[in-house]
């Protein structure tokens, strides 16, 4: 068997432990006779795997005891809706920072609901760069303030959290969820569809404050208020139960084999500064971020020749490296490194990278 090294941005690799896990445990889920797939969501078994998943999840984020853990379907695009329906409440407007294709899907789902108005944006330069964000131009009226924390299309992150006092913060942490320690009590709602770093694809996690609980408009569908999920424990309908079950082993690998997200952020740091480190001093290769907004998660990089860039990315997946095309609007190429990207996989990556330099030179 020889494995890939998969840099896409979503879905994404998964830890090597996880899926040997969870390949022993196909066919007979801990002598039950089934594989979890196949099991009822009301069983006692299966109610024994969502409740250490989300204790897991607690005890990893460390998620403060007035938070409710939801898990859902719909994927992150669907909270793009349930967070204005849920929370444009009282004033019926809230600020948006426009940092990528994310944060602008979200802010366009947001206008049909209410006011929805753009506090920033990157959009001059391709999103290259966070925004900085001037407080004064904040809503103190606001039901919220949102942002997109890590850009997976164009490979920024916000440098620092916006001081929004009493608006609640909402965050899109699709693309950097588990990467590194998160003080949740800062926001209002945390989301993330886990396909990236969480789990595999089909499973939304959301966090929300508990007093964000509760307030759906009317018209809101019963799928789409938190509520629902809320007083149900996520099971008012069929959950995602693979997914659930698969992002435990994620939380289990985290805990057991990395030892905790400040563990896991030292080797998200370092993965990431080998492969800066090449970019900064290459004379093919350059970065397409500003050095202050770079995400640690997806580093888009170019050679400024589309017939080069076309090159690299066939050379390199005959080598073993794929789904380094970068997204169409920037062009070039993405490494997506999320957490279960081994180190070698980046070393490697970067000695291929070398190679080509010099060969192309
Ligand atoms: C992938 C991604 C999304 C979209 O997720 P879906 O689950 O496909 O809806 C939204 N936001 C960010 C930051 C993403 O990386």
Same mark, same amino acid.
């Given at each position: 068997?020889?494995?890939?090294?998969?840099?896409?941005?979503?879905?994404?690799?998964?830890?090597?432990?996880?899926?040997?896990?969870?390949?022993?445990?196909?066919?007979?889920?801990?002598?039950?006779?089934?594989?979890?797939?196949?099991?009822?969501?009301?069983?006692?078994?299966?109610?024994? $795997?969502?409740?250490?998943?989300?204790?897991?999840?607690?005890?990893?984020?460390? =998620?403060?005891?007035?938070?409710?853990?939801?898990?859902?379907?719909?994927?992150?695009?669907?909270?793009?809706?349930?967070?204005?329906?849920?929370?444009?409440? &009282?004033?019926?407007?809230?600020?948006?920072?426009?940092?990528?294709?994310?944060? &602008?899907?979200?802010?366009?789902?947001?206008?049909?609901?209410?006011?929805?108005?753009?506090?920033?944006?990157?959009?001059?330069?391709?999103?290259?760069? $966070?925004?900085?964000?001037?407080?004064?131009?904040?809503?103190?009226?606001?039901?919220?303030?949102?942002?997109?924390?890590?850009?997976? =299309?164009?490979?920024?992150?916000?440098?620092? %959290?916006?001081?929004?006092?009493?608006?609640?913060?909402?965050?899109?942490?699709?693309?950097?969820? %588990?990467?590194?320690? $998160?003080?949740?009590?800062?926001?209002?709602?945390?989301?993330?569809?886990?396909?990236?770093?969480?789990?595999?694809?089909? %499973?939304?996690?959301?966090?929300?404050?508990?007093?964000?609980?509760?307030?759906?408009?009317?018209?809101?569908?019963?799928?789409?208020?938190? &509520?629902?999920?809320?007083?149900?424990?996520?099971?008012?309908?069929?959950?995602?139960?693979?997914?659930?079950?698969?992002?435990?082993?994620?939380?289990?690998?985290?805990?057991?084999?990395?030892?905790?997200?400040?563990?896991?952020?030292?080797?998200?740091?370092?993965?990431?500064?080998?492969?800066?480190?090449?970019?900064?001093?290459?004379?093919?290769?350059?970065?397409?971020?500003?050095?202050?907004?770079?995400?640690?998660?997806?580093?888009?990089?170019?050679?400024?020749?589309?017939?080069?860039? &076309?090159?690299?990315?066939?050379?390199?997946?005959?080598?073993?490296?794929?789904?380094?095309?970068?997204?169409?609007?920037?062009?070039?190429?993405?490494?997506? $490194?999320?957490?279960?990207?081994?180190?070698?996989?980046?070393?490697?990556?970067?000695?291929?990278?070398?190679?080509?330099?010099?060969?192309?030179?």
């Amino acid at each position: 068997m020889s494995r890939v090294y998969n840099f896409s941005a979503g879905p994404s690799m998964l830890p090597e432990w996880v899926l040997k896990k969870a390949a022993e445990e196909m066919l007979d889920y801990q002598g039950t006779g089934q594989s979890v797939m196949e099991m009822s969501h009301r069983s006692k078994e299966y109610e024994a $795997i969502i409740t250490e998943c989300e204790a897991l999840l607690r005890e990893i984020l460390n =998620i403060p005891d007035n938070y409710k853990v939801l898990f859902l379907q719909g994927g992150a695009s669907t909270q793009f809706a349930m967070i204005p329906l849920n929370l444009m409440n &009282k004033s019926g407007k809230a600020d948006y920072v426009i940092t990528g294709q994310w944060a &602008k899907k979200a802010y366009a789902e947001a206008q049909k609901y209410g006011t929805a108005n753009v506090v920033a944006s990157s959009a001059d330069k391709t999103f290259s760069y $966070i925004p900085k964000l001037d407080p004064s131009k904040f809503d103190k009226e606001a039901d919220y303030f949102y942002i997109c924390l890590n850009n997976t =299309i164009y490979g920024t992150k916000f440098p620092e %959290l916006p001081d929004t006092g009493n608006v609640p913060l909402v965050c899109d942490f699709s693309s950097c969820a %588990l990467s590194e320690p $998160i003080d949740v009590s800062k926001f209002g709602i945390l989301y993330a569809g886990a396909q990236k770093n969480m789990s595999c694809a089909g %499973l939304t996690v959301v966090i929300i404050r508990e007093d964000l609980v509760g307030h759906a408009r009317d018209m809101t569908p019963t799928m789409l208020d938190y &509520k629902i999920h809320v007083e149900n424990g996520s099971m008012y309908n069929t959950p995602p139960t693979y997914a659930i079950y698969i992002h435990k082993l994620v939380l289990e690998w985290l805990k057991n084999e990395i030892g905790g997200l400040e563990n896991m952020k030292k080797i998200n740091e370092g993965k990431a500064a080998l492969l800066y480190d090449f970019l900064d001093q290459s004379k093919l290769f350059k970065g397409t971020v500003e050095k202050d907004s770079r995400s640690l998660m997806n580093i888009p990089f170019v050679t400024g020749d589309e017939e080069m860039d &076309k090159k690299f990315v066939a050379e390199a997946k005959k080598a073993g490296f794929i789904n380094l095309k970068g997204h169409r609007t920037v062009g070039g190429m993405r490494a997506s $490194i999320y957490n279960a990207m081994p180190v070698e996989g980046v070393k490697a990556l970067v000695a291929f990278m070398e190679k080509f330099e010099k060969e192309n030179a």
